[in-house]
């Protein structure tokens, strides 16, 4: 009877002190959507992180590139060794490396390409069979580069779902024959669409065209190299083996020397959830420090409740109230 009684007055006191009653719910709101938001943010930017690591490959994936330009002396020189990343090298970590389940050379090249008189600056990406596999990027129509294309150094390409927005108006362009580099090539097949990725410089990841690497060379580049490896491994436990095994075959292969740098997903990824983790306690700091804020107002404005009532507290014991009934009546108004 008595939690009744307290619960009436208490909905009383909030009716007759409606302004009081509605700071206080304002600002424990606010702190509490403070913290709320706040962690939302976190979470949201660990999930955007995991996206474009899963666009990458996943955490499975590590790669091996050749620097063109190296620090020496405190400037920039052309790398002077005269070793490079090559096609060869490529089959070797595919076949002497147990830890590796894939291997796609990528060789990229910014280029124009036209069709039927309207044209388009794109990013040439120059690759094998296993690229789509390991970044896990499908063909929405039509095929990706074969094995068989790489042999015959066929003149085939894989477009991107923004080249055929711009150059073909959204229709089916496998089959079609478009001009890169003023070279022409047969559509076999259109990526899915991925959209931008964290990176401003790279553009959009719709905006490339795929052709076989042994093609991009002789028409091209008039070489055998590969500006990149991209390694899936087979299994998140032997990554450090599988670098290591890399390694070894590569520098083998090269006289010894390791003229090449590597970068491992995992590695990565450790280092952006170290950034992330910070951020979120620093959100969670800004958000706690607006949900005291809230209590420090909410006390208050008790404490001036309290101060303001004295007289009537003094008549509810005059009249036999207990302080424990008095102390109940405030804890249900709070």
């Not at 490959?57 to 005269?82: A, D, H, M």
């Not at 990027?137 to 039509?142: A, S, Y």
């Not at 294309?149 to 478009?178: A, R, T």
């Not at 303001?308 to 009934?325: F, M, N, Q, T, Y």
């Amino acid at each position: 009877m008595k939690f009744v009684q307290n619960t009436l007055s208490a909905f009383s006191t909030f009716y007759a002190n409606g302004m009081r009653t509605f700071l206080i719910v304002l600002s424990i709101s606010i702190g509490i959507a403070g913290v709320i938001v706040m962690m939302s943010l976190g979470a949201g930017a660990q999930k955007l992180v995991m996206n474009e690591v899963e666009k990458v490959g996943g955490p499975l994936t590590f790669g091996v590139y050749r620097e063109g330009r190296i620090r020496k002396g405190g400037r920039w020189i052309q790398n002077p060794s005269k070793h490079f990343l090559m096609m060869e090298d490529v089959e070797l970590i595919r076949n002497e490396c147990p830890s590796v389940d894939m291997a796609a050379p990528e060789t990229y090249r910014s280029v124009n390409v036209s069709y039927d008189g309207e044209q388009k600056r794109t990013r040439l990406q120059a690759t094998s069979y296993d690229y789509h596999l390991i970044r896990e990027w499908h063909t929405r129509v039509g095929r990706f580069i074969s094995d068989e294309d790489l042999s015959f150094w066929s003149k085939v390409c894989v477009v991107g779902e923004e080249i055929v927005q711009d150059l073909f108006s959204g229709l089916d362009p496998i089959g079609k024959e478009i001009k890169v580099s003023n070279e022409r090539f047969s559509i076999i097949g259109v990526m899915e669409s991925r959209g931008k990725g964290l990176d401003p410089g790279m553009g959009s990841e719709d905006n490339q065209v795929f052709m076989p690497v042994t093609t991009t060379q002789t028409q091209f580049l008039g070489n055998d190299y590969v500006d990149h490896i991209l390694i899936r491994v087979k299994d998140y436990d032997v990554i450090d083996q599988a670098v290591n095994q890399v390694k070894k075959v590569l520098m083998r292969a090269n006289g010894g020397e390791e003229f090449f740098e590597v970068w491992v997903m995992k590695e990565e990824l450790k280092s952006t959830n170290r950034i992330i983790l910070i951020i979120e306690l620093v959100l969670v700091l800004i958000a706690s420090v607006s949900l005291i804020v809230g209590g420090i107002g909410t006390l208050n404005i008790m404490l001036v409740s309290v101060t303001e009532r004295v007289p009537e507290i003094g008549l509810r014991k005059a009249v036999g109230a207990k302080s424990w009934d008095i102390r109940i009546q405030f804890l249900t108004e709070s």
